[in-house]
């Protein structure tokens, strides 16, 4: 064989532990293969695939760890504009169930941010 095996950023490790959790390694370390399969409700509740949000979504780590990404430098302030804002857009969605449960989720994110700004905390 010409090509080294090392020079193929493509090829992955794979071994299988004492516990029989299986593993893979590449050039950026060693990761745990999952191989599960996702159910349809499991799909439902990833960001990528969400119609609405929910009202609590700290039973939701896949949000929670979006958010702390999104917002963890941002004061109480901006946290509570944006959320206005969210709110604001999905008002003009429309009138529909889902559009006015995703505002008045938004809106009350924002209150809940409690903010010196007395009109940001009336939303």
Known sequence: MSDDEGDDPLKHDVFIDDDGVMW?????GKYKID?????????RDHPLFMV????DISE?????ALQAMMYDDQTPEEMA????NQGNE?????????CLQNALTFYTRGIDMECK???LNSV
């Open 117 to 119: 700004d007395d009109k």
């Open 60 to 64: 939701n780590p896949h949000l929670m």
């Open 90 to 98: 999905a008002m003009k969605l429309g009138a529909s169930k889902i």
């Open 81 to 84: 504009q944006h959320m206005k």
């Open 24 to 28: 893979g390694q590449d050039e950026l």
């Open 35 to 43: 191989d599960k399969v996702w159910t349809m409700n499991e799909i």
């Open 52 to 55: 609405d949000m929910p009202q």
